[in-house]
């Protein structure tokens, strides 16, 4: 066959070369976003990938596939533990107790609800962490909108926004989507 070159500008030629080609890119997104994520976007991450990997251990609940479930639940766990781990009281002593005492009951639920194999158990871990999910997401935009006006700058150059759906509320400004801060 051939080159290197030939190897990254050739098609690939099966199902499988396309999957693990596409696969490494998704990962090499993935780790160049985290590596230049600030630590508020870091926590936005993390409260994705626990959403996501909540609502495939419930999908394996409901298949009766214990592998995704336990899986997914063990994920969803370390992630749990991550964000608790991540937290700085030395900065917000009673915030961070409130979102060590949430983070710790998502974890205890999520237990309970997999040795129950209860899925309905384990989508009310996934609505509550949706909810954390987009109060941290706001927080971080109005965050964003305050140091812009303290500091005279143009909101729009510090703030970016990327996979809307097109929508806006009332005030015109974007719903839902992912907030990226520059800097």
């Known amino acids: 066959s051939g080159s290197a070159a030939d190897d990254l500008t050739s098609p ?3 199902a499988d070369e396309f999957y693990a080609m596409t696969t490494h890119q998704a990962q090499e997104y993935l780790r160049t976003k985290v590596m230049t ?30 592998e995704k479930s336990y899986d997914g639940s063990r994920q969803c766990r370390a992630i749990l533990t991550e ?19 949430l983070y710790l009951f998502l974890y205890t639920s999520l237990v309970e609800a ?30 964003i909108e305050e140091n812009a006006a303290s500091s005279g700058a143009v909101a729009s150059s510090v703030l970016h926004t990327t996979d809307i759906a097109g929508s806006t509320g009332s005030d015109g400004a974007p719903i839902g989507g992912r907030i990226h801060l520059a800097g």
């Open 12 to 14: 690939p030629q099966t």
């Open 114 to 143: 997999m040795s129950e194999r209860d899925p309905e158990g384990v989508r009310k871990v996934v609505e509550i962490l949706t909810y954390e999910r987009e109060t941290w997401r706001l927080a971080m935009e109005k965050l």
């Open 37 to 66: 994520a600030s630590p508020a976007e870091l926590r936005l991450l993390l409260l994705d990938g626990a959403i996501r990997f909540a609502e495939q251990a419930r999908e394996g609940l409901e298949h009766k596939n214990p």
């Open 83 to 101: 964000l608790t781990s991540g937290l700085r009281a030395e900065l917000a002593p009673e915030l961070c107790e409130r979102l060590s005492s």
